[in-house]
């Protein structure tokens, strides 16, 4: 199936760096979620965006959504040990308040804290 | 603990068996989904259900997978002839109907031999 393209791949960084990604997708997205995986669980919903230009904090999260609506990026300031994992994002291209489709998701970045 | 549960958690399977999971979603969400996610891939989506219509099938998911919501409430997935292939993490998810957030399960692992 389709899955939308994140960069990058994988990052190794030191505690306290600030971390950028980003997910791009082909087609228009008139939603786009960011969720975090931990090994062997089921992705947890970080930040949910449901307008072009829009940008969305979460605690050290901030989160915007392309003005293209083809784009998203995810930023985590002074990174601690707890947000190693994989981040993915998520696109829907369902429009908003009128029902659900289903989630489209990107292919993951993996985020490493180097001691 | 009201988040949405899978069952089993781990499940190991010998090729040409059939395997069934489980998922209950959040008591007040009228959608569930199904995805399935192979090692280093995200999730992808196989089938989502409204109340106990099943609205969407993905071309993932062939004629030896079905799935069921029978009374709107739980769900579930159930593999014919288990292939090797077939190994992964099958994720379910729930959601209200006028939101796009997404909750997820901890997930049910299978595996093939």
């Known amino acids: 199936g389709q899955q939308l393209n ?9 505690e306290g ?3 950028s990604m980003n997910c791009t997708s082909s087609s228009i997205f008139n939603t786009w979620l960011w969720y975090k995986q931990d090994p062997g669980e089921g992705p947890v919903l970080l930040i949910a965006l449901y307008k072009a230009g829009e940008l969305t904090s979460n605690g050290r999260l901030t989160a915007q959504f392309g003005i293209t609506r083809k784009d998203s990026f995810l930023n985590i300031s002074a990174s601690i040990p707890s947000d190693v994992g994989i981040y993915f994002c998520a696109g829907q291209a369902g429009i908003s308040n009128f029902g659900n489709e289903k989630l ?5 970045t993996r985020l490493t804290i180097i001691p | ?6 069952d089993p958690r781990h499940k190991i399977t010998k090729r040409g068996q059939n395997v069934t999971f489980r998922c ?5 969400h009228n959608r569930l989904y199904w ?5 280093g891939q995200g999730p992808e989506f196989l089938t989502y259900f409204q109340n106990e219509a099943q609205l969407e099938k993905s071309r993932l998911l062939s004629d030896r997978f079905s799935a069921e919501r029978p009374k709107g409430s739980f769900s579930t997935l159930e593999i014919q002839r288990t292939e ?3 190994s992964a993490m099958y994720l379910c998810a729930s959601s209200l109907f006028n939101t796009g957030e997404l909750f997820f399960g901890e997930g049910s692992r299978l595996t093939v031999l």
């Open chain 1, 6 to 14: 994140q960069s990058p791949q994988s990052m190794f960084i030191q």
């Open chain 1, 17 to 19: 760096e600030d971390v």
């Open chain 1, 104 to 108: 489209t998701f990107g292919t993951g």
């Open chain 2, 1 to 6: 603990d009201t988040g949405v549960s899978q």
């Open chain 2, 24 to 28: 209950d979603p959040i008591s007040e």
């Open chain 2, 35 to 39: 995805y399935r996610q192979t090692l």
């Open chain 2, 84 to 86: 090797q292939g077939d």
